[in-house]
């Protein structure tokens, strides 16, 4: 039995009860809650209600909010969310350390035949241009962003890891060239890590929009 609006709303307005504030995160659940409900509709003479309540008993644990350090601990997502969440955190972080491992053996090995500080400087002068850039981007999407039409987890985590981007600018831009090639690597590692980081950050921004052309289509 298909859902009225009237009935759709109110499966939205008790999800945000639960605590569900960003809309892909609802929309998500509430997609599977709404259909759950219309299979038990069609195979019992229960009410809306009764049958809503039978399937948000189910759901009660998968909804719990849970927060992860990884995911950051000033959001809570439902369980069944944040663990999707953090499969997908899991594998960014090691690609990031196996990305890193690769830099570093490229680094090494350009350093065996080539001036260490010299191409510490050149990862310096690209890393800068790249900083800065990617500054820009960030500024055009906070602007962007204050014309969103709706509020998503993606947007949130776009405003907190920005911040991390910003702890970047003095090592990448005013740092000066270290003699050291212990120092050397650390910038060059520093750099990449800089650079995935704005990698990640402008994903966000690609996939909060992505959210509302979807949304806009139905």
């Known amino acids: 039995m298909q859902l009225t609006t009237e009935q759709i709303d109110f499966i939205d307005s ?13 929309l998500e659940i509430m997609d599977h809650i709404a259909t759950e409900v219309e299979v038990k509709m069609d195979e019992n003479k229960l009410s809306f209600d009764d049958n809503f309540k039978i399937v948000l008993d189910k759901w009660s644990e998968e909804l719990q909010p849970t927060s992860s350090f990884l995911t950051g601990l000033s959001v809570k997502y439902p369980k069944i969310v944040l663990e999707k969440k953090l499969v997908l955190v899991k594998k960014q972080l090691w690609i990031g350390l196996l990305s890193s491992v690769v830099v570093l053996i490229v680094f090494y090995g350009l350093a ?28 055009a999407s906070n602007i962007k962003f204050l014309k969103a039409k709706h509020k998503t987890s993606f947007q949130h985590n776009f405003k907190e890891r920005q911040i991390a981007f910003l702890m970047f600018v003095y090592p990448i831009c005013f740092s000066p060239t270290p003699n050291e090639l212990r120092n050397q690597i650390l910038l060059v590692i520093s750099s990449f890590w800089m650079l995935f980081s704005m990698f990640l950050v402008l994903q966000l921004v690609l996939k909060h929009f992505q959210f509302e052309k979807k949304l806009s289509f139905q």
Do not use: H, M
């Not at 945000?16 to 609802?26: E, Q, S, Y």
């Not at 080539?114 to 050149?122: E, G, L, Y």
């Not at 890393?127 to 800065?132: E, H, K, N, Q, V």
């Open 14 to 26: 008790i999800l945000v009860l639960n605590g569900l504030k960003f809309d892909d995160t609802k």
């Open 112 to 139: 065996s035949f080539f001036d260490a500080k010299a191409i510490t400087q050149n990862v310096q002068v690209g890393t800068r241009f790249l900083y800065l850039l990617g500054g820009l981007l960030l500024v």
